[in-house]
């Protein structure tokens, strides 16, 4: 059983922990983006009921399904959006330097059909972003969503928001698509070219190696592995090579899993890289420069076990803190780390390393 901090978020009586929280889930149901979105495409939304695809066959098993249940709102509203609640509940309670924003509806998780439309959809999400939440507190940040499905709009849409002082990352949401295929350069290639991270979280409609099995405790149980191929798809397929100052941040996937993955993907590298003779890094070396990792949902662990997992990793960047307000297993600043970690580390851990990938946020004071 995981030993937990105390209440109080110092790392010193004399000074704040300061703390970017990497993950956080606003929301909007459709007919609040029909004021963002091209009247041309309001009927698929007003006239021929389209609802998002989700292919989730399970109801989650907790008090509030998907999310905490102190975060639903009277009035039916979905948690997350509602402003005010967030703040009293995240931004207060936490006294959080600053949150980013990562949304709820993307079309990258979606299946491809209607790609014009669901491209629509992404620049209405980012405008409704910008107007409705970024204005509202300096410690909010935001990230540009983007249909993959249609790279070439996905590209024009980051680099049409990707300059906007409060959008810090592109984010694709993970289906089914490994994203080292080339048809997705153009999305990475923006992405660059914007000094943007690409976040990468997964959804409902990321399958298990499986697919979708009979229970939800086993999908959710599995999850890191849609997070483990999408990162061989993009070191393998050399995306990383071509973009070298692309930085790539795994969101809502946890971290327990990343020393395997470096180990047996350099053993695989050090047999197999004739066929891969464009990559010219061990992948280890590639994590390690250019990938992230956000740090829950965290297992419970002793304070040994958390130190041996950042030692195998060989650095002390990797890990994000985010939190996934407001959804069930949300993790407070409070407990997610186990008692006693350093103080240098958790005050990499809690913002540092984020302030490093996330260029775009000011600078912590103090």
Same mark, same amino acid.
């Given at each position: 059983?995981?030993?937990?901090?105390?209440?109080?978020?110092?790392?010193?009586?004399?000074?704040?922990?300061?703390?970017?929280?990497?993950?956080?889930?606003?929301?909007?149901?459709?007919?609040?983006?029909?004021?963002?979105?091209?009247?041309?495409?309001?009927? @698929? !939304?007003? $006239?021929?009921? =389209?609802?998002?695809?989700?292919? &989730? *066959?399970?109801?989650?098993? /907790?008090?509030?399904?998907?999310?905490?249940?102190?975060?639903?709102?009277?009035?039916?509203?979905?948690?997350?959006?509602?402003?005010?609640?967030?703040?009293?509940?995240?931004?207060?309670?936490?006294?959080?330097?600053?949150?980013?924003?990562?949304?709820?509806?993307?079309?990258?998780?979606?299946?491809?059909?209607?790609?014009?439309?669901?491209?629509?959809?992404?620049?209405?999400?980012?405008?409704?972003?910008?107007?409705?939440?970024?204005?509202?507190?300096?410690?909010?940040?935001?990230?540009?969503?983007?249909?993959?499905?249609?790279?070439?709009?996905?590209?024009?849409?980051?680099?049409?928001?990707?300059?906007?002082?409060?959008?810090?990352?592109?984010?694709? @949401? !993970?289906? $089914?698509?490994? =994203?080292?295929?080339?048809?997705? &350069? *153009?999305?990475?290639?923006? /992405?660059?070219?914007?000094?943007?991270?690409?976040?990468?979280?997964?959804?409902?409609?990321?399958?298990?190696?499986?697919?979708?099995?009979?229970?939800?405790?086993?999908?959710?149980?599995?999850?890191?592995?849609?997070?483990?191929?999408?990162?061989?798809?993009?070191?393998?397929?050399?995306?990383?090579?071509?973009?070298?100052?692309?930085?790539?941040?795994?969101?809502?996937?946890?971290?327990?899993?990343?020393?395997?993955?470096?180990?047996?993907?350099?053993?695989?590298?050090?047999?197999?890289?004739?066929?891969?003779?464009?990559?010219?890094?061990?992948?280890?070396?590639?994590?390690?420069?250019?990938?992230?990792?956000?740090?829950?949902?965290?297992?419970?662990?002793?304070?040994?076990?958390?130190?041996?997992?950042?030692?195998?990793?060989?650095?002390?960047?990797?890990?994000?803190?985010?939190?996934?307000?407001?959804?069930?297993?949300?993790?407070?600043?409070?407990?997610?780390?186990?008692?006693?970690?350093?103080?240098?580390?958790?005050?990499?851990?809690?913002?540092?390393?984020?302030?490093?990938?996330?260029?775009?946020?000011?600078?912590?004071?103090?």
């Amino acid at each position: 059983m995981t030993e937990v901090a105390t209440r109080t978020p110092v790392i010193g009586a004399e000074k704040k922990l300061h703390i970017i929280d990497t993950d956080v889930h606003e929301r909007a149901d459709l007919p609040a983006l029909l004021p963002y979105l091209d009247p041309m495409w309001h009927k @698929y !939304i007003t $006239d021929f009921g =389209w609802v998002p695809d989700r292919v &989730l *066959p399970y109801a989650q098993y /907790a008090a509030g399904g998907l999310d905490r249940a102190d975060s639903k709102l009277p009035d039916g509203r979905p948690a997350g959006s509602d402003y005010p609640l967030l703040r009293q509940q995240l931004l207060d309670e936490y006294d959080m330097d600053y949150a980013i924003l990562t949304g709820w509806l993307d079309a990258s998780a979606l299946n491809g059909g209607w790609p014009e439309f669901k491209t629509a959809l992404m620049t209405a999400y980012n405008d409704w972003q910008l107007g409705e939440w970024l204005t509202k507190d300096d410690r909010l940040m935001g990230s540009v969503h983007v249909n993959c499905h249609d790279p070439i709009g996905a590209a024009r849409e980051i680099d049409r928001v990707g300059g906007d002082p409060r959008m810090v990352q592109a984010i694709l @949401y !993970i289906g $089914d698509k490994a =994203w080292g295929d080339p048809f997705y &350069l *153009p999305i990475f290639e923006a /992405a660059v070219r914007n000094n943007l991270p690409v976040g990468m979280h997964h959804s409902e409609n990321s399958p298990t190696a499986l697919g979708f099995h009979r229970y939800y405790v086993e999908w959710h149980t599995l999850v890191p592995q849609v997070f483990m191929s999408e990162l061989v798809s993009l070191m393998f397929n050399g995306v990383f090579d071509r973009f070298p100052e692309l930085k790539v941040v795994m969101i809502e996937g946890g971290f327990t899993w990343v020393p395997h993955l470096m180990s047996r993907a350099d053993q695989q590298y050090k047999q197999l890289h004739s066929e891969v003779p464009w990559v010219k890094r061990k992948p280890s070396q590639i994590i390690r420069d250019q990938v992230r990792f956000c740090t829950q949902p965290t297992e419970e662990m002793t304070l040994e076990r958390f130190l041996q997992i950042v030692d195998w990793m060989e650095s002390d960047e990797l890990l994000l803190f985010s939190t996934d307000y407001p959804h069930w297993d949300f993790d407070s600043p409070y407990e997610a780390l186990p008692l006693g970690v350093p103080v240098e580390l958790k005050r990499k851990i809690f913002a540092e390393n984020a302030a490093k990938i996330y260029t775009k946020i000011p600078a912590l004071v103090g």
